[in-house]
């Protein structure tokens, strides 16, 4: 079967850029802003679409009371509710990148403390219980 494969030439060989950014607020007026239209976090965390759904959970919640209750409390938190999460989320995702990338102006100093940092999690029972609980995802 994989003889059968027929193979192109390569048109696109560049790297996806590891970048995070943050919207804050997250609402301007009635315009609620959500998922990457809000934050993007680099993909090392695989984070983006856990935050974009949270986002739209917490927005529904807001828009259900406010039809419903005629409250617009949820609607009032929602930006401040949102970055909460996203920080937590943002900080995660910038730690992990740094432990699991090697940027050109590192340098010796920054190989060497990645090294220290994963025997780090590889011999502290708490430090991979954090590891695992941010990787799995901070509760809502």
């Keep these: 079967m994989a003889a059968s494969v027929v193979t192109g030439p390569s048109v696109e060989k560049s790297i996806a850029p590891l970048r995070s950014f943050v919207t804050e607020p997250m609402r301007f007026g009635r315009l609620f802003l959500a998922g990457d239209a809000a934050h993007i976090v ?14 739209v ?3 529904a919640s807001g828009l259900t009371e406010h039809y419903q209750a005629r409250s617009d409390a949820g609607l009032d938190a929602y930006s401040e509710r949102c970055l909460a999460r996203i920080w937590k989320a943002e900080r995660f995702s910038w730690w992990f990148t740094s432990l699991m990338h090697r940027f050109p102006d590192g340098g010796d100093f920054a190989l060497k403390m990645q090294h220290a940092e994963l025997h780090y999690l590889t011999d502290s029972a708490p430090a991979a219980t954090a590891l695992a609980e941010n990787y799995v995802g901070l509760p809502l």
Excluded: I, M, V
């Design 42 to 55: 680099p993909p090392t965390g695989a984070k983006g679409l856990n935050l974009a759904a949270s986002d």
């Design 57 to 59: 959970g917490y927005l």
